[in-house]
């Protein structure tokens, strides 16, 4: 059994991967940044959601890109657990939600 492990263990001092970690190839995000057309593509999204409640003339795929854009503008905030010390008892005070006054 010794000679075994001897045969498929690694030198003492040698690496075991003598031509390190393989490059990574482009993300898809480089790769669309790196597209020629990309520009094209962005501004197409944009004006398919600016016709967004225009009745008639809306697009029918307006709440999509308008929601593709939105993720992308505004993160999505992670739940956190909020922690009171120093306070025996406390309250904490959410403001009331006042609704959105429409154009």
């Given amino acids: 059994m010794d000679n075994r492990h001897n045969k498929t263990s690694f030198k003492k001092g040698q690496s075991g991967n003598p031509k390190g970690r393989p490059k990574k190839g482009?993300?898809?995000a480089e790769l669309?940044?790196?597209n020629s057309k990309a520009p094209g593509i962005l501004e197409k999204i944009?004006?398919?959601a600016s016709t967004l409640g225009t009745g008639k003339k809306?697009?029918?795929d307006?709440?999509?890109c308008a929601k593709l854009i939105a993720d992308k503008m505004?993160?999505?905030?992670?739940?956190?657990?909020l922690e009171?010390?120093?306070v025996d008892k406390g309250?904490?005070?959410i403001p009331e939600q006042k609704p959105s006054e429409k154009e």
């Fill in 26 to 28: 482009m993300s898809n």
């Fill in 32 to 34: 669309f940044r790196r």
């Fill in 46 to 48: 944009f004006d398919i």
């Fill in 58 to 60: 809306e697009h029918k």
């Fill in 62 to 64: 307006a709440m999509v």
């Fill in 74 to 81: 505004i993160p999505t905030l992670k739940s956190q657990e």
């Fill in 84 to 86: 009171v010390s120093g």
């Fill in 91 to 93: 309250y904490v005070v």
